[in-house]
């Protein structure tokens, strides 16, 4: 049984009379496990799909089953129940709390669980410590690099031990070396287990990937192992 499985996916904007489509007839199964790139020009539909397979986004057609669970007629309280648990972000911004330390960022998604504050405390530990920076749990991130930030919302995404990870443009902030870096560390969580789903304009990036979707105008135009 596929972790993903898209059916006939449609996904429709509305905005008065105005109708915008940003994803047309979408089929996609991605198995647990599995390191997806996707990528597309601008408008393509990238992060509309991955918004959808994040429980962010509600599909206008079609269906979704995630692990099994029919997505389509859960309730928010449900979809927010899945986001805190079963998957995380990353994305190019960082969407790091200003004015927090790096160790405060990485543990709002135990907090969110009830987890206890000593408990809390190892698991943030050993999530900064996986990505190279337990040394900057103290530091606020308005005082760190943006390589920093990125293994800071890494950190943030992978404490919670869920198991798929959707990155939007995880390496768009950063120069090439840095990104370089971020992508070895997602390497690494492939290798660990973690379902990774990326999304990138530098097929360098894409290439990190055992799988390549691509689309255009809101369909899949391609679907290779690479």
Same mark, same amino acid.
């Given at each position: 049984?596929?972790?993903?499985?898209?059916?006939?996916?449609?996904?429709?904007?509305?905005?008065?009379?105005?109708?915008?489509?940003?994803?047309?007839?979408?089929?996609?199964?991605?198995?647990?496990?599995?390191?997806?790139?996707?990528?597309?020009?601008?408008?393509?539909? &990238?992060? =509309?799909?991955?918004?959808? /397979?994040?429980?962010?986004? #509600?599909? =206008?057609?079609?269906?979704?089953?995630?692990?099994?669970?029919? /997505?389509?007629?859960?309730?928010?309280?449900?979809?927010?129940?899945?986001?805190?648990?079963? +998957?995380?972000?990353?994305?190019?911004?960082?969407?790091?709390?200003?004015?927090?330390?790096?160790?405060?960022?990485?543990?709002?998604?135990?907090?969110?669980?009830?987890?206890?504050?000593?408990?809390? &405390?190892?698991?943030?530990?050993?999530?900064?410590?996986?990505?190279?920076?337990?040394?900057?749990?103290?530091?606020?991130?308005?005082? +760190?690099?943006?390589?920093?930030?990125?293994?800071?919302?890494?950190?943030?995404? +992978?404490?919670?031990?869920?198991?798929?990870?959707?990155?939007?443009?995880?390496?768009?902030?950063?120069?090439? #070396? =840095?990104?370089?870096?971020?992508?070895?560390?997602?390497?690494?969580?492939? #290798?660990?287990?973690?379902?990774?789903?990326?999304?990138?304009?530098?097929?360098?990036?894409?290439?990190?990937?055992?799988?390549?979707?691509?689309? #255009?105008?809101?369909?899949?135009?391609?679907?290779?192992?690479?």
């Amino acid at each position: 049984m596929p972790m993903i499985e898209l059916k006939d996916v449609c996904k429709e904007y509305h905005s008065g009379d105005i109708v915008t489509t940003a994803l047309t007839h979408i089929d996609l199964c991605v198995d647990k496990g599995e390191f997806v790139s996707i990528m597309g020009a601008s408008g393509s539909g &990238k992060s =509309t799909m991955l918004n959808i /397979i994040g429980c962010m986004d #509600k599909l =206008t057609s079609g269906t979704y089953h995630l692990n099994g669970n029919n /997505i389509n007629n859960m309730s928010n309280r449900e979809l927010s129940k899945i986001r805190g648990k079963d +998957i995380a972000f990353v994305f190019q911004s960082f969407a790091l709390m200003s004015g927090y330390t790096v160790f405060e960022n990485a543990e709002i998604p135990l907090i969110a669980q009830g987890i206890s504050r000593t408990k809390r &405390k190892k698991m943030v530990m050993s999530a900064l410590d996986a990505v190279g920076i337990a040394d900057l749990a103290p530091k606020l991130t308005s005082h +760190i690099s943006g390589g920093q930030k990125q293994r800071t919302a890494i950190a943030r995404a +992978i404490v919670s031990g869920a198991d798929m990870i959707l990155a939007d443009e995880p390496t768009g902030a950063l120069d090439s #070396k =840095t990104g370089a870096e971020i992508m070895s560390i997602f390497s690494e969580l492939h #290798k660990q287990g973690k379902t990774i789903l990326l999304i990138t304009h530098d097929r360098t990036v894409a290439d990190y990937a055992k799988r390549l979707i691509t689309l #255009k105008d809101g369909r899949i135009l391609s679907d290779e192992k690479i």
